[in-house]
T-cell receptor
Framework: DAKTTQPPSMDCAEGRAANLPCNHS???????VYWYRQIHSQGPQYIIHGLKNNETNEMASLIITEDRKSSTLILPHATLRDTAVYYCIVRVNYGGSQGNLIFGKGTKLSVKP | DGGITQSPKYLFRKEGQNVTLSCEQN?????MYWYRQDPGQGLRLIYY???????QKGDIAEGYSVSREKKESFPLTVTSAQKNPTAFYLC?????????????FGQGTRLTVV
């Protein structure tokens, strides 16, 4: 399994961009990078995913390095409601467990006024 | 609305009792998953099912059982053999067939053993 490494916590000022890093140095060529977030006591919410190219949607942007060993999730204008734990996940893709998501401890993002 | 529903939201159980957590989805998803989350920790996979009438153990299956008799339903039973069942349980579903489809999560069931 390709494992991920994230900082345990980060702070961000409201209205500023939040840049959340993730290292996945053992990722293999056909594994996608996924980002989810979990607001306290709720189920995780899908944010974005990508394989090689940078991706953008209405929630965030995902920047993946050319060697694919790391990525950054960007929330362009963080609000207080973006305070959550953010999980970077590499999709396990082998045998019968295709599609399983392996969660680490994530990064606790605190957006401050 | 389409989605994935877990019930109940809060559940209390006496030691030694089995309890079943419900998970229903109307997204027509093939794959369904059960995770456990302890305070301050990430999610750990208990069981998963890629198709009806088939399921596989995840990383922490001991003390749990599941069934997948219908596509839309994947109930989890926490048995008395589970030594430390107090936790937050999350169910998820995903469209099968492709590796790049996202998973949708329910809002979770918080189980407390009293």
């Amino acid at each position: 399994d390709a494992k991920t490494t994230q900082p345990p916590s980060m702070d961000c000022a409201e209205g500023r961009a939040a840049n959340l890093p993730c290292n996945h140095s053992t990722i293999s060529g056909n594994e996608y990078v996924y980002w989810y977030r979990q607001i306290h006591s709720q189920g995780p919410q899908y944010i974005i995913h990508g394989l090689k190219n940078n991706e953008t949607n209405e929630m965030a942007s995902l920047i993946i390095t050319e060697d694919r060993k790391s990525s950054t999730l960007i929330l362009p204008h963080a609000t207080l409601r973006d305070t959550a734990v953010y999980y970077c996940i590499v999709r396990v893709n082998y045998g019968g467990s295709q599609g399983n998501l392996i969660f680490g401890k994530g990064t606790k993002l605190s957006v401050k006024p | 609305d389409g989605g994935i529903t877990q019930s109940p939201k809060y559940l209390f159980r006496k030691e030694g009792q089995n309890v079943t957590l419900s998970c229903e989805q109307n997204l027509n998803h093939d794959a369904m998953y059960w995770y456990r989350q302890d305070p301050g920790q990430g999610l750990r996979l208990i069981y998963y099912s890629q198709i009806v009438n088939d399921f596989q153990k995840g990383d922490i299956a001991e003390g749990y059982s599941v069934s997948r008799e219908k596509k839309e339903s994947f109930p989890l039973t926490v048995t008395s053999a589970q030594k430390n069942p107090t936790a937050f349980y999350l169910c998820a579903s995903r469209a099968g067939g492709q590796p790049n489809t996202e998973a949708f999560f329910g809002q979770g069931t918080r189980l407390t053993v009293v």
